[in-house]
């Protein structure tokens, strides 16, 4: 800055800083305080109208204030998000009137399961039934004819609620050979308590042809490995 | 400690205090902070507006305020500042609402009747006319410019103070006072240069 545009701004600054100070000369100090304060609003400034900054810090001071209510309804919240979260959860649950509820897949593996156990709980049974006939035609004491018969009678009826099982989850190869086997327990019911020996012979023939001790043997160990 | 931190410390325990009975409606609270501040209120205010009469309107209406908001001041933070504050906030909306009305009944006047000059006390043309165009330049630097000129040359506020009561920086205050003085001469160039 040039010295004539320096001198001229201090002097111009000063004129100004002079009047300031005749202005402030000219006022009753003594006076002023007084009247202002009797134009102050009557009672505690605090009942004015707050900013709405301070109505939102005034809202939330009984929580700043007591930290103990603060806690207690954080832990409301957070029980009921978690109360809410569990009851909302999509896992098994009992429902209405006791009834379990599960994923299609879920259902479609457990019938396949138990149909399997099925299976192999009828040809181990007709396993059974099969080595009594051939024990029996070979003149060995075997279990007596009428027990044989009822035993024959109760895998017949097996049978039945078996073919569904089988048929709706395509196992067709046990279901093959539980049908052959179903043909000779026919007989074996059908026969009476005087089963002669040779007619027991046929029974075993009939199985020995078919190798049905074998195909139970490997039909069992499949059903049992889950192939 | 050295004696002037202690000193500053215990002011601003005891405008604490006194802030806190201004906020339970104790009137001799307030007026003792009156007391205290009124005149550096009233040289900001004046800065600004030139008019005794808007500086003492001024003055009052930042005490109002000052007693209606006394409970949002932080402690910790300056004092003076946050009162030249809201002085220089309520001095600007004057300051806005008299150009208003100035420029529009000075345009609702004959042109004979408007003043060539703002002030002209000394009788003497070329001394008003300077002084005419300098309070005019000043007028019409940017208003951040403006304040920190005014603040820095007619309130007499050192620049840390102009930094709080303008929430800026130090180095923007001395950075904002450099460019109005650089816009002054600018403005002047052509008057200072009619000088002899």
């Known amino acids: 800055m040039k010295h004539d545009e320096l001198d001229f701004f201090l002097r111009e600054t000063e004129a100004v800083r002079a009047e300031i100070r005749a202005a402030v000369d000219s006022v009753d100090w003594e006076a002023l305080p007084a009247k202002i304060a009797a134009r102050a609003p009557a009672g505690s400034p605090e009942t ?32 009921a998000a978690a109360a809410s979260f569990v009851l909302r959860a999509p896992v098994r649950r009992p429902g209405a009137g006791g009834r379990y509820y599960a994923s299609g897949e879920f259902l479609d593996r457990a019938e396949l399961e138990m149909a399997r156990r099925s299976a192999v709980d009828y040809l181990e049974k007709s396993q059974h039934m099969l080595l009594d006939v051939f024990e029996s035609a070979g003149g060995d004491a075997g ?35 539980c049908d052959q086997i179903e043909a000779l327990f026919l007989e074996l019911s059908q026969l009476d308590d005087g089963l002669a020996a040779d007619e027991l012979g ?17 039909v069992k160990k499949e059903l049992q490995s889950g192939v | 400690m050295s004696e002037r931190q202690a000193r500053s410390e215990s002011e601003a325990a005891e405008t604490a205090a006194l802030l806190d009975r201004i906020q339970r409606g104790d009137r001799e609270a307030f007026m003792t902070i009156i007391r205290r501040y009124q005149q550096k209120v009233f040289v900001m205010a004046y ?102 000129f005014v603040m820095r040359h ?43």
């Open chain 1, 143 to 177: 279990v007596p004819a009428s027990l044989r018969v009822e035993r024959a009678r109760d895998l017949l009826q097996k049978k039945k609620y078996l073919n569904a099982q089988l048929e709706r989850l395509q196992m067709a190869k046990a279901k093959a050979l």
């Open chain 2, 47 to 148: 800065s600004i507006l030139r008019d005794r009469e808007d500086a003492l309107d001024a003055v009052q209406e930042t005490f109002l305020r000052l007693y209606q908001k006394a409970s949002l001041y932080r402690p910790g933070r300056p004092f003076q500042g946050w009162l030249l504050q809201i002085a220089k906030n309520v001095s600007i909306d004057s300051y806005r609402k008299r150009r208003r009305t100035k420029l529009g009944h000075e345009t609702s006047r004959p042109i004979e009747e408007i003043p060539v000059a703002v002030e002209d006390r000394a009788g003497d043309s070329a001394a008003s006319d300077l002084r005419s165009a300098f309070s005019r330049s000043v007028e019409t630097l940017a208003e951040r410019q403006r304040m920190v």
């Open chain 1, 48 to 79: 004015g109208r707050a900013p709405w900054t301070a109505k939102i810090r005034d809202g939330l001071a009984p929580l700043r204030m007591r930290p103990v209510l603060a806690g207690l309804l954080g832990g409301l919240v957070i029980g």
């Open chain 2, 154 to 196: 007619y309130s007499e506020l050192p620049f840390n103070e102009i930094s709080e009561t303008m929430r800026i920086s130090i180095g923007t205050a001395k950075s904002l006072h450099f460019k109005a003085v650089q816009n002054l001469r600018k403005r002047l160039a052509p008057v200072l240069g009619m000088q002899p």
């Open chain 1, 202 to 218: 046929k029974i075993r023939g009939y199985a020995e042809e078919r190798q049905l001790l074998l195909k139970i043997n490997l």
